[in-house]
């Protein structure tokens, strides 16, 4: 219970990040989830196809991050 319990306080931090749209952070976490999914997934507690795919979404959603363009500067109408 206290391993599915740590996933899904990993999955919240990695989202918040994602939300945050830290590049770097987001990474970070990524890597902890997927590792906290493949460790669940060794010892039985979730399935290995489970694992896959909550894996392979979460990169889904770090690579749509990070394609997403960087914010765009306002110019000043004034000087235009």
């Known amino acids: 219970r206290s ?14 990040a994602l939300d945050a749209k830290d590049k770097e952070k987001a990474a970070m ?5 997927v590792s906290a999914l493949d460790k669940a997934a060794k010892k039985g507690i979730i399935k290995k196809n489970n694992a896959d ?6 990169v889904k959603h770090l690579a749509v991050l990070r394609k997403a363009p960087a914010p765009a500067v306002a110019k000043d109408s004034a000087s235009a």
């Open 53 to 58: 795919r909550k894996k392979g979404r979460a």
């Open 29 to 33: 976490e990524c890597r902890k989830y």
């Open 3 to 16: 391993v599915k319990a740590a996933i899904l306080t990993q999955r919240r931090v990695f989202l918040a």
